[in-house]
């Protein structure tokens, strides 16, 4: 364990006067593991679009409800103005068999082009929503716009969704609901641009006051 006077340390000033993508980079950084999901969704004309994010957070279980973080409308944002437009949008985990062709979708497309079609990965449409997942994944959510909640801070929008529907590999659910992720090869992002693989080490057994950590039989 390293001591305080062996960490680098830098304060609000200093951060604030760092260069832009070093400053970028490390606080992107120090939060540590992301999720990978792509963003499923289309114009209200059915023009796809996709694209990836690390933002993907877990709301509420019952009901279920799940959020992801819109950057400032500085410059136009697509899978924003879709989803205000259809009101519907779909979250696919990234798997190491695609994550280069899901990378390839933060590169800045028209919203004439679909990422679908320049990234070489296949919309896949359900009955009840008509945004697309994605075929490659095996872990697919389908959601529907429920509120949108503007950070004054910064000017980002956290955009939540209800979930309506859950496609996933039957081989990734255990008896008691326990989604493998290890399993299904899923990537985590570190930073903005570093894959990662995902090694299990234990399930832990419920916290209780007064008994000591205990992994699951």
């Not at 694209?51 to 697509?78: D, W």
């Not at 190491?96 to 990234?119: D, V």
């Not at 570093?194 to 039989?217: F, I, W």
């Amino acid at each position: 364990m390293a001591t305080v006077l062996e960490m680098l340390q830098w304060h609000e000033g200093k951060i604030e006067k760092m260069d832009r993508e070093y400053r970028r980079n490390l606080i992107n950084g120090i939060s540590g593991y992301k999720s990978a999901n792509l963003i499923g969704s289309c114009d209200a004309e059915g023009q796809n679009n996709l694209a990836i994010f690390s933002s993907v957070v877990h709301i509420g279980a019952n009901p279920a409800y799940m959020g992801i973080v819109i950057r400032p409308k500085t410059v136009p944002r697509h899978t924003y103005n879709n989803i205000k437009e259809t009101q519907y949008f779909t979250i696919n985990a990234i798997q190491q068999h695609f994550f280069g062709k899901a990378h390839q979708t933060s590169a800045n497309y028209p919203a004439s082009l679909s990422e679908f079609n320049e990234a070489g990965l296949t919309p896949l449409h359900s009955e009840l929503h008509p945004a697309p997942y994605v075929a490659e994944s095996d872990i697919r959510i389908g959601l529907e716009l429920s509120e949108e909640l503007p950070v004054k801070s910064n000017g980002t929008i956290i955009i939540i969704g209800k979930v309506i529907e859950i496609q996933i590999a039957p081989k990734l659910v255990g008896p008691d609901g326990f989604v493998n992720l290890s399993k299904a090869d899923i990537v985590a992002i570190s930073g903005l641009d570093a894959y990662n693989e995902v090694r299990p080490l234990e399930r832990m057994a419920y916290a209780r006051p007064g008994t000591p950590p205990n992994a699951l039989k």
